[in-house]
């Protein structure tokens, strides 16, 4: 019944699930390696290489290797071309998501069927629908989306609540920043552990913002000394295969300046070969820009969580692997005054998500023993059973399944509150400026989840036709320019008889879930005539395309 924690990293990702002991495991395939390289080699029309298989082969074969895919999720447009054959971020991801599946079975002899699959905080409704969507291509039921702080404060927290009879009681509680610096993203995030209840209170973040930008960084530093040595030879950088070789070496400097003060780095191109020393303090210089910025949004999320009333954190977990530099503690210690630790930097989030997948696959019994019962009316939340009927049904679960009832309990008690971490709204006329601006219904840092309507006027009498644009805040702040907003859906209620007034009410409705993802509805009140979604944006892929990419993903093999 394992529903298994699958966190699908920018560069690296790895599966879990709990053992029988209700601790999560994490599962490694073949190679012994907890987590893979999520990098997918197009062998052959009909063969892919996914893992370190892939990256070793990326200096060789570079026009074919597929590297951060994540950072495209939820871009329709963007297709990686190989063999002829044009893969979407999705199903690209979809081949990284059954490498992992085929390593958990290696593992575990059980095939997964459900997962949990982790996100960064900062991710939109589309990458979030794109990261569901490649669950679905790797014939996985995703059962939820979760935002990667918050499963590695699970993973952090489980243990704290179970651990400590003070915060099981609420007698006190802890306040955890999550700094997470990971291959392709950047989170900050604030959460707050207290009486079972583990609860996000601000999330910023930066997608485009990760290791692999250091790389970059060192890279073209490196590239400039390797010319200044050779004059004659080609620069590195202006060759695709040069290009990754020396990206591959730099990231490999710059992880080894992590535990060295320096290191030396062979670069050979075009018959040329230089070997280059490397400091830590250039690498840190060179790259202080970057770290500045994830400085900045994470004194800008502690500032939110102060306005939310938190006045001090307890704790700071630095999870991701690029975390490990020392310059990050350094920075956060002295720019911050905090004492940031390491946590479990390569695997905690993957181990939080199956944690949080035992936990919605227990709470699924529970409330469906109690229905079956009488005990829980359809459409009525678990909270509001009663607590001697959620007792039962926990023992009959644990019985039933042979899982310890402090399990079942654990599962059904600890309560996962999130935020949103964008706005999201309608474009309406805004009648003293004349004209259309996004008018916010949820805001970014609202707690999820949601549901909140709001009342628009028809702009004219007899207005036959209602367009409803429905646009994602794309900044840092919220804004009344549409440019500034990412339109997400268009909709359109038509067919509205004559006979309506001017500023007649039509009704929206948002709703979003703990996995963030938007539902919207629209209503003309007076007509009583529902929203028809007529069009979706760019945004999300065909239903012909998605046919394709599955029948395309059908055609491929993994070669080991
Ligand atoms: P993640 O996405 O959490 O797997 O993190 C991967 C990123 O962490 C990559 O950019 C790695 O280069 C980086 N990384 C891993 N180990 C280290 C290290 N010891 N020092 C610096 N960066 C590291």
Not at 2 to 28: E, F, K, Y
Not at 262 to 272: E, I, K, N, P
Not at 468 to 491: M, N, W, Y
Request: contains cysteine.
């Amino acid at each position: 019944m394992a529903v298994h924690g699958i966190d699908l990293g920018t560069t690296n990702s790895a599966i879990a699930r709990t053992g029988p002991d209700g601790r999560p495991q994490v599962l490694a395939g073949l190679s012994g390696e907890p987590t893979t390289p999520s990098v997918v080699l197009f062998a052959s029309p009909g063969e892919h290489v996914v893992g370190e298989g892939a990256r070793r082969e990326a200096r060789l074969d570079p026009e074919h290797v597929c590297t951060l895919v994540k950072r495209r999720m939820g871009d329709a447009e963007w297709r990686f071309v190989a063999h002829g054959k044009a893969w979407s971020a999705p199903a690209v991801s979809a081949l990284v998501l059954r490498s992992l599946v085929a390593d958990a079975a290696f593992a575990s002899g059980d095939e997964p069927t459900a997962a949990v699959i982790t996100v960064p905080a900062y991710f939109g409704d589309e990458e979030r629908r794109a990261t569901m969507l490649a669950g679905t291509y790797a014939g996985l039921d995703v059962l939820d989306v979760l935002s990667e702080p918050i499963a590695a404060a699970l993973a952090y927290g489980f243990g704290r609540l179970d651990g400590s009879p003070e915060l099981a009681k609420g007698a006190t509680h802890e306040t955890v920043l999550v700094y997470d610096l990971g291959g392709g993203t950047f989170d900050a995030t604030v959460i707050e552990l207290a009486d079972r209840r583990i609860s996000v209170l601000a999330v910023e973040g930066d997608h485009q913002l990760g290791g692999a930008d250091w790389d970059e960084r060192v890279a073209v530093a490196l590239s400039r000394r390797f010319c200044a040595d050779n004059p004659d030879a080609e620069d590195p950088l202006d060759d695709s295969a040069g290009a990754q070789a020396l990206v591959l070496a730099a990231e490999r400097a710059k992880q080894q300046l992590s535990d060295a003060e320096r290191t030396d780095v062979v670069v050979a191109h075009d018959g040329a070969r230089s070997t280059i020393t490397l400091s830590r303090a250039e690498l840190e210089e060179m790259t202080a820009p970057l770290l500045r910025r994830t400085v900045d949004l994470t004194r800008a999320c502690l500032d939110e969580a102060a306005r939310r009333g938190v006045g001090c954190v307890d704790r700071v977990l630095l999870v991701g692997g690029s975390s490990r530099m020392p310059a990050v503690a350094e920075a956060l210690r002295r720019e911050l005054d905090l004492d940031p630790r390491l946590h479990d930097p390569d695997l905690a989030v993957a181990r939080g998500a199956a944690l949080y997948g035992e936990k919605k696959e227990l709470e699924r019994m529970v409330v469906a023993d109690l229905r079956t019962r009488g005990r829980l009316r359809d459409g009525v939340p678990l909270e509001d059973a009663a607590s001697a009927d959620v007792d039962d049904a926990c023992r009959r679960v644990a019985d039933a399944f042979r899982v310890p009832l402090a399990q079942v309990r654990r599962a059904v008690e600890v309560q996962v509150d999130t935020v949103v971490s964008r706005g999201f709204g309608v474009l309406a006329v805004n009648s003293a400026a004349g004209r259309l601006e996004p008018s916010w219904l949820v805001h970014r840092n609202d707690r999820l989840p949601i549901r909140t309507s709001r009342s628009y006027g028809t702009v004219r009498a007899d207005q036959t036709e209602i367009e409803v644009t429905v646009v994602e805040q794309q900044g840092q702040a919220e804004s009344s320019r549409p440019e500034d907003a990412k339109v997400l859906i268009v909709g359109q209620i038509s067919g509205i008889p004559a006979g309506h007034d001017e500023g007649s009410e039509v009704r929206v409705t948002f709703e979003m879930g703990f996995d963030g993802v938007l539902h919207v509805t629209a209503f003309h009140v007076d007509a009583g005539i529902p929203l028809t979604l007529i069009a979706t944006t760019g945004a999300t892929l065909s239903q012909a395309e998605v046919a394709r990419e599955r029948d395309q993903l059908g055609k491929t093999r993994r070669r080991e």
